[in-house]
């Protein structure tokens, strides 16, 4: 068993003991809002941001979790807090929200008559994630279009983060067909860039950054500190209809997602992008990121990389004692 643990539903437990029912809402419907927040140097970043995002799903998926953000805010940190001695003091964690409604009141005798919501905050070390995604940073990504379309907002709205996911799994099985570590890029129905499952895109054009329009998308707290750093630069965005005709023209391409920050794409549609490599525009909203954060995350993925193994044998060993 692992030292680690975890908030549920109103206790700390060992995350081995966090478990959600069958019976849930969750598993049912896929009916659940989820988070993602990672820190730099122990902190977490844009904690708040995450959470309103958070409680906006929340509101469009009418459930009541039973606390204030407030309250969502201090549970998080004491979870993160409870956790951070079980691993070496450099190690960054991901800190992972997930709200259900709960188990379906039709088995509420299963659980004393009373159903809940199921709340839980758990942490996990980014030496997993950031250590295996190193060849991305290095190497750029190869993206292309999947046959499975980002599901529009008047079907139902991609800015809500719920766990009903079949269309980005799709995607990634796709992706996964197109060819080898190709990452795949959804259209919405009306052919334009969306967005990848579980990552926003951006095009460089004459220096100019463009993000897809947001209304079939994710608004990526990552996606919105791009904006942020590409205005204090004095770099141009635009937000826009953006698609397959458009991203081929492109000097650079990147995307964005909490744990990896921002990596550039090398090709798209079988295409070389730019000339190849990491273009200016974001090579210099990679180093303002790191400045901001005050971590060098490429070189974090580098030493990640290199403890991965040693920390994936000490866990087992944890695991079976
Ligand atoms: C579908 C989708 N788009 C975009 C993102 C990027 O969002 P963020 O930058 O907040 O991590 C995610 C993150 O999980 C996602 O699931």
Redesign the pocket.
Known sequence: MTDRVVYFNGEYVAESAARVSIFDSALMFGDMAFE?TRTFGQQPFGLLA?LDRLYGSLRLLEIDCGLTIEEMEAKTLETLARNQPTEAEDVDWQIMHNVSRGPLPLYATVFDGATEPTVSINCWPLITHMGGFLANYRDGLRLAICAQQAIPAHLMD?KA?TRSRMH?QMAVLQGARLGAGIWPVMLDPDGFLA??????IFLVKDGVVFSPEPRN??L????GNVLTLAERLEIPVRQANLGRYEALQADEIFC???TYCICHAVEFEGQTVGDGGPGPVFQRLQAAWKEQVGVDFVAQAEDYAQRLAAWREAELAVGVS
């Open positions: 993602m995450h991609p983060k980005y967005e990848g499952p579980g990552w926003n998308c994710l990526g707290v990552s996606r964005t997602s909490t």
